[in-house]
């Protein structure tokens, strides 16, 4: 599982997806919200209703007392993806790039890209509706 945030309009949006790419947990907070601390409610309902699940791959900023939390109580293993100092530009990270593909697959939802949302329960109730559609075309699509 891969965890990360995205940054939109005062607002963070975090996700934990499968190796599919598929939506497991969201949660969505204000822009002020460390990615720890937002981290911290994540993982647990990850834990809540994913039980199963023993390790996630997290981005930079879900380093610290996160990672001893998540193996200590939360008995999962939180492995971080750092990007390298040395390198300039972009650069593909291993595991991380599933998360991204997974907001490109949101972001053509012209809701979600915009965030007409004034409530982050209704953002993240946006998401998983978009996760829905992004589902049920794949389950559509005519064999080849």
Same mark, same amino acid.
Do not use: C
């Given at each position: ?14 996700? #934990? #997806? /499968?190796? %599919? ?6 949660? #969505? ?5 460390? /990615? ?9 309902? %990850? ?8 390790? #996630?791959?997290? /981005? ?5 007392? %996160? ?18 100092? /040395? ?58």
């Amino acid at each position: 599982m891969t965890s990360r945030g995205q940054w939109i309009n005062g607002r963070k949006r975090h996700i #934990v #997806v /499968d190796t %599919l790419g598929l939506l497991l947990t969201v949660m #969505v907070t204000a822009a002020s919200v460390t /990615d720890r601390d937002a981290g911290r409610t994540l993982l647990a309902r %990850l834990r809540e209703r994913h039980w199963r699940i023993t390790l #996630v791959w997290a /981005d930079g900023g879900y380093t610290g007392r %996160l990672v001893d939390l998540a193996r200590d109580i939360l008995a999962i293993a939180l492995g971080v993806v750092k990007r390298s100092d /040395d390198t300039t530009g972009f650069v593909v990270l291993p595991k991380r790039w599933l998360v991204e593909r997974t907001f490109a697959w949101l972001m053509r939802s012209r809701r979600l890209a915009r965030d007409y949302e004034t409530r982050t329960d209704t953002a993240e109730a946006m998401i998983r509706w978009s996760m829905s559609m992004v589902m049920s075309r794949r389950l559509a699509r005519r064999p080849r």
